[in-house]
Structures are given as structure tokens and as C-alpha cells.
């Protein structure tokens, strides 16, 4: 008997104002630079080149996010819905510090119920993805789904599908407008 194979893929935001600082971003809403709306449309490019079966993209409603899906959908046509769940993770006290890769901070992502003093836990987060993702893999719509959202939700995404050590789980992350098929065995 051969299996179904229903997928889901995944893009992060194109280039913002604070990746070119390396500021941390989180949940603090930030614009696209001129050069990450220039990725957007160009992933949409790239979707239509490739044919790929995109039935609707469901987006961050954080506008680094939403604008990079709104391109995608003005290039292929492919209706653009706002997810909720998908917004960033929020960092609390590190929001907009810098540099990104801070060890304090790269430490502060392995400790799983950590708030980061007024942020979401790690634990949060992957529980509304994981029911996000749960919730499309039991859909019956025959849909095949284009997240858009960030790199914080990179990483649970990609723990959702594949096993991780802590480490790698912290470390895991994804370019500006990188795009990544997920497959689910039905």
C-alpha cells in the first residue's frame, strides 16, 4: 500500500532593518529593508519558475511577515491568509539588543521555560506551533500551505519533523527567504 505524501513549506521573512543591525527582532514589530521586499518577490519568482503547488500561504501578522507574504501572493496569485500563531517568539528583555549571537543570549534559548523577564517560554512557543502544524496535518483540504513567518519558528518547525539535540535546536535557523519543504507520512 503506498503512502500519500501531503507537505508543508516554510519561509522566513526577507532581510529587516535589525537583521542588518543584528538586532534581535522577536516580537517587536520591524519593516523589511528595500532589499528584503526585493527577496519576497523574488521567492514568489522563484515559486512560479519551480511550479510549485501552493494552495495558500498563511503568514505572521507581524509586518516583516505579512509584507513578504502579500509579495509572494501579488507574484503568484496564491491567496494570503493571517495566522496568528505564527508571530515570533517574544524575547522580553533581549528584544533589540544586539548582537544576535550573543553567547548570554544563545544560552538563554537552550533554557526551554525561560520568559526572558516579560517574554514567551520556549515551551509556548512550540506548543501553539506544534498545534498549528497538528491542526494542518489533520486537515482534510487537500491544501498544501506556505508558512511565512520567522526564524525563531524556523527552529520548532524543524523540530517538529526532525530530531534535535538542545544545542542544535538553539542553534537552528534559516536564511532571509530561505525556502524548506516539510513532508508528512499519512
Request: with cysteine; aromatic share 10%.
Amino acid at each position: 500500500m503506498s503512502k500519500n505524501k501531503k507537505c508543508v513549506y516554510f519561509t522566513r521573512h526577507g532581510q529587516t532593518f535589525w537583521n542588518v543591525k543584528d538586532k534581535i527582532c522577536g516580537s517587536t514589530d520591524i519593516a523589511l529593508t528595500e532589499y528584503g521586499q526585493e527577496q519576497a518577490i523574488a521567492l514568489g519568482q522563484k515559486i512560479l519558475e519551480e511550479g510549485l503547488q501552493i494552495d495558500e500561504i498563511l503568514y505572521s501578522p507581524l509586518i516583516r511577515a505579512a509584507d513578504t507574504a502579500r509579495h509572494i501572493s501579488e507574484i503568484t496569485g496564491i491567496p494570503a491568509i493571517e495566522e496568528p500563531r505564527l508571530k515570533e517568539q517574544n524575547f522580553g528583555k533581549y528584544e533589540g539588543t544586539s548582537p544576535r549571537n550573543a553567547p548570554e543570549f544563545q544560552k538563554a534559548k537552550t533554557n526551554f521555560i525561560c520568559s526572558y523577564e516579560g517574554g514567551e517560554t520556549m515551551l509556548h512557543l512550540c506548543q501553539r506551533i506544534y498545534n498549528l502544524l497538528d491542526d494542518l496535518k489533520e486537515r482534510n483540504d487537500g491544501k498544501t500551505y506556505l508558512l511565512v513567518a520567522h526564524n525563531g519558528i524556523s527552529r520548532v518547525i524543524e523540530s517538529y519533523f526532525h530530531d534535535m539535540t538542545n544545542e542544535e535546536f538553539a542553534k537552528f535557523g534559516i536564511k532571509n527567504c530561505e525556502l524548506k519543504k516539510y513532508e508528512w507520512v499519512e
